[in-house]
Nanobody, 120 residues
Framework: QVHLVESGGGLVQPGGSLRLSCAASGFVFSKNAMSWVRQAPGQGLEWVSGINSAGEFTNYADSVKGRFTISRDNAKNTLYLQMTSLKPEDTAVYYC?????????????RGQGTQVTVSS
């Protein structure tokens, strides 16, 4: 059974930084592309970033390019999202997802999410 557990969310001021983590289990993490998606209040699910199985290639939504960095540690079955220069419009629940290397790629499973709030 796929299990994805996000952590690291919280309240941060505009311009601040946060690092999200996602602990994965129940599948062969090192053989799967992974991604982060988010959902702002009253909005649909938005793809944020994806990374291939080996961590060599990454993709980003235009809205976060240059500010967010996705990475993974296959030895620890963990996915990360380093977020810098945060803006109020980044406020959302962030989900770790299996699949989703690119915006049109299928997402197979996702976690319960972690809340990120950017506010002064």
């Amino acid at each position: 059974q796929v299990h994805l557990v996000e952590s690291g969310g919280g309240l941060v001021q505009p311009g601040g930084s946060l690092r999200l983590s996602c602990a994965a289990s129940g599948f062969v993490f090192s053989k799967n592309a992974m991604s982060w998606v988010r959902q702002a209040p009253g909005q649909g699910l938005e793809w944020v970033s994806g990374i291939n199985s080996a961590g060599e290639f990454t993709n980003y939504a235009d809205s976060v390019k240059g500010r967010f960095t996705i990475s993974r540690d296959n030895a620890k079955n963990t996915l990360y999202l380093q977020m810098t220069s945060l803006k109020p419009e980044d406020t959302a629940v962030y989900y770790c997802a299996e699949g989703g290397f690119a915006p049109a790629s299928a997402i197979l499973n996702r976690g319960q999410g972690t809340q990120v709030t950017v506010s002064s």
